[in-house]
């Protein structure tokens, strides 16, 4: 049973634009969200996160928005550059952010020239 | 480094064998997490330390698996009579607990392969 969804595996943007990666959750308990990139042979990076508190995170081209309600959030990377292709790994937890993370499966962004 | 550290990178071991993989964390960073990252899957949370003792170990797969941390330092993670369902990137986090979400910053991890 995945607590942290990501259903797009892939996600192909041209450099410039906007690209949205998108995460669905189950669990209404989580309460800190965070997103990490990772690079082949790299252990993940960490990108952004949001408290529950909060509706939006913004941190130069990186956006987080979360939507409670729908147990929704997205990442928009704006303008998308050739670096910021990789995996983007969506994780949530508990306790206000001490617990072990539960991650999605991850979306493979490319960024195409 | 100022970073989480990993050894080895890479670990290929028989059926049957225990393995041992080290974490070093950041340092002053009391809460230390380790996950297991199969090919294709996302990241699985197996145990965190806080300080040297463990509130959670919910995510250990089996009794075979066990992990220690000395202080709040080093923290070894014990595969024994290795399977090969145990093939994974082995990864460990650290993270200052108390701040604001107490974001986990990750190691380049240990890549094992059991044959």
């Known amino acids: 049973d995945q607590q942290v969804k990501q259903n797009s595996p892939s996600l192909s943007v041209q450099e410039g634009r906007i690209s949205i990666l998108n995460c669905d959750y189950t669990n209404s308990m989580f309460d800190y969200f965070l997103w990490y990139k990772k690079y082949p042979a790299e252990g993940p990076t960490f990108l952004i996160s949001i408290s529950s508190i909060k509706d939006k995170n913004e941190d130069g081209r990186f956006t987080v928005f979360l939507n409670k309600s729908a147990k929704h959030l997205s990442l928009h990377i704006v303008p998308s550059q050739p670096g910021d292709s990789a995996v983007y790994f969506c994780a949530a937890n508990t306790g206000g952010g001490a617990d072990g993370l539960t991650f999605g499966k991850g979306t493979h962004l490319i960024i195409q020239p | 480094g100022a970073g989480v550290s990993q050894s080895p990178s890479n670990k290929v071991t028989e059926k049957g064998k225990d393995v041992e993989l080290r974490c070093d964390p950041i340092?002053?960073?009391?809460?230390l997490y380790w996950y297991r990252q199969r090919l294709g899957q996302g990241l699985e949370f197996l145990i965190y330390f806080q300080g040297n003792s463990a509130p959670d170990k919910s995510g250990l797969p089996s009794d075979r698996f066990s992990a220690e941390r000395t202080g709040e330092s080093v923290s070894t993670l014990t595969i024994q009579r290795t399977q090969q369902e145990d093939s994974a990137v082995y990864l460990c986090?650290?993270?200052?607990?108390?701040?604001?979400?107490?974001?986990?910053?990750f190691g380049p991890g240990t890549r094992l392969t059991v044959l």
């Open positions: 986090a650290s993270s200052l607990v108390g701040l604001a979400g107490g974001t986990q910053y």
């Open positions: 340092s002053g960073h009391t809460a």
